[in-house]
């Protein structure tokens, strides 16, 4: 067994930018007149507001005011708010106003799908995941960013220093171009797992993290005998992207050789092998996933309600005692235990298990460097600050002061620097970090907001010094999981992803209620040939066709 767990263990005036723009903002005419057309390769229509030395290292300032269009996903847990020290530094310092159309994250992707495709999409398009940009390559809304990437130096650097180019490679539709950037780890950051009451699995005998998905049911039948009243596990998410256990069975499905719930995807699964996709829910890995969650079902371990029940009910039985785990991730835990400590309940301990391995050995899925990126419009390229917009993206995502900023915020106000570590300001908590602060970095002043940091996506160092020290803990435990091959892309012309469309949308829809079903026992797993042969009825085998076709004509 492995060793045992890790136990849980006044405003400012604006002055700077989180690394100063001293540099950026100096009166060297070289470094803030406008570039020519010849020296850029933009038209100076296209460069107004641009900088002439942009590289690496460079805080952008525009030469002269610029405001770029954006889409905006609001988000209930910091809903936007005009006057965030996020917006009035980047005005007042780096000269950069927005002009927001906002969309509720509730309805975040039907929004931006509909206005894109209607051609009315603002310049710039964030949170959005790798492969969602598919669908509008072929009707010209969106710019193809890998004709100007030559323009962000941070971008080009984090690639080459990170040994990210397969990953940006696979972005690549059927015309050699990519049209999304994402957001860039430096190493994986796993969030996922299974959060349990630590102090309950204790007084059940239970010390350790279970090794593997067996060693993990055999605990759950330990917690069964121990307290008999609840359940041992009661999950949530399963209402969440039309996908029940969608959580859980995405961080499993590695683990099993396969894909599934909220990584379903396409549901392409690469045979490394035989060098073709395969359909995932067709492998003998699906199968067997099913298989373990239906039995956590029939011995019940695992709450029936667990695949229909809302979040705030997942969560409740989870408060409340009536359940003894729930899928969790490296923030939500910090609620659950606040949940605890709220209630006057000082003995209850919230842990997040490291992910068992499983039948196909310790893994986690490929890809875990990239995360949710931006699109831009394709008439960005026609506007008269096209240039300065790619640079100002280049330094906000990129960089490593437009990384802080984004994250941190202005030094002095919302956090203090010693060295290379950085504190939170002690009225400023960000999600636990600093329990005592009465202000939160996202809500109050914009900070650490997914649409302006691409989802965390960061060096280790600026993303290890915002972690409480049970997600450090956390990354460290899974340090060792092996990282499965990165799959090869299979880019689709326009007449095969017609093709795709028309049948992927039956197909998704069988795997979700039929998976469903067997878990909840009321299709049983005998039946799972039959299902195949459902699926064959649904052009499963002209669906993987297709994109094994792609594939060869790389």
């Known amino acids: 067994m492995r060793s045992a767990r890790t136990r849980m263990g006044a405003a400012a005036s604006v002055a700077v930018l989180a690394l100063t723009l001293t540099a950026a903002c100096s009166s060297n005419d070289d470094a803030t007149s ?3 057309a010849s020296e850029s390769g933009i038209p100076a229509a296209q460069s107004v507001g641009a900088m002439k030395d942009f590289t ?40 950069v106003s ?79 171009k990519y049209y999304m950037l994402p957001g860039l780890y430096e190493s994986p950051q796993p969030q996922y797992s299974i959060a349990i009451r630590q102090d309950a699995w204790e007084k059940a005998g239970i010390t350790e993290d279970p090794e593997t998905w067996d060693d993990l049911k055999a605990d759950l039948k330990k917690l069964k005998a121990a307290n008999p009243d609840v359940w041992p596990m009661s999950d949530r ?8 256990l969608g959580a859980v069975l995405q961080v499993a499905a590695p683990n099993f050789g396969t ?24 492998t003998d890995g699906y199968k067997e996933l099913v298989s373990y969650f239906a039995s956590l079902v029939k011995d019940g371990l695992l709450d029936p309600e667990s695949l229909t029940q809302d979040d705030d009910t997942a969560k409740q039985k989870f408060a409340s005692g009536q359940s003894l785990a729930i899928s969790g991730n490296t923030q939500e835990i910090t ?75 202005v030094e002095g106000t919302t956090f203090t620097k010693d060295g290379d570590k950085r504190a939170l300001a002690a009225d400023v908590d960000w999600n636990g970090v600093n329990p005592a602060g009465t202000k939160k970095l996202n809500a109050d002043f914009g900070f650490s907001n997914g649409v302006w940091m691409l989802a965390n996506g960061s060096t280790n160092e600026l993303i290890q010094d915002l972690n409480t020290d049970a997600t450090n803990a956390f990354v460290s435990a899974m340090s060792d999981k092996k990282e499965l091959p990165l799959p090869p892309s299979a880019p689709l012309d326009e007449m095969q992803q017609e093709q795709i469309t028309l049948l992927q949308a039956a197909l998704n829809d069988s795997v979700t209620q039929n998976t469903a079903a067997f878990i909840l026992g009321q299709r049983p797993m005998s039946d799972w040939d039959k299902w ?22 790389k």
């Open 532 to 553: 195949q042969t459902e699926l064959k009825g649904l052009n499963v085998d002209q669906y993987v066709d297709t994109y094994n076709q792609a594939l060869a004509a």
């Open 259 to 282: 894909v599934a719930g909220w990584g379903f995807g396409n549901g392409l699964w690469y045979d490394q092998d035989s060098k073709k996709y395969e359909y995932a829910a067709s």
């Open 98 to 176: 927005f002009d927001l159309t906002s969309a509720p994250l509730s309805d975040w992707d039907a929004k931006k799908s509909l206005i894109i495709s209607a051609g009315d999409a603002p310049e710039l398009i964030p949170v959005t995941y790798p492969g969602q940009e598919t669908q509008f390559v072929s009707g010209g809304t969106l710019l193809p960013i890998s004709d100007y990437a030559k323009y962000m130096p941070n971008f080009q650097a984090r690639v080459k220093d990170w040994d990210l180019q397969p990953a940006i490679d696979n972005l690549k539709q059927a015309d050699g």
């Open 56 to 95: 690496v290292g460079t805080d952008f300032v525009a030469t002269e005011p610029v405001t770029f269009s954006v889409l905006y996903r609001d988000h209930p847990n910091y809903p936007l708010k005009q006057d965030w020290l996020f917006l009035s530094t980047l005005k007042d310092k780096a000269k």
């Open 335 to 409: 609620g659950y235990a606040k949940t605890f400590t709220d209630a006057g309940n000082t003995t209850a301990k919230v842990h997040l298990i490291r992910v068992p391995e499983g039948p196909a050995g310790d893994n986690v899925a490929s890809g875990g460097r990239t995360v949710s990126g931006f699109m831009i419009s394709s008439k960005a390229a026609e506007q008269p600050n096209f240039l300065a917009l790619l640079q100002f993206v280049d330094w906000l995502y990129y960089s490593d002061s437009g990384l802080e900023f984004a994250k941190y915020g």
């Open 34 to 36: 406008e570039p020519s």
């Open 237 to 244: 998410w399963s209402t969440t992207n039309n996908s029940p």
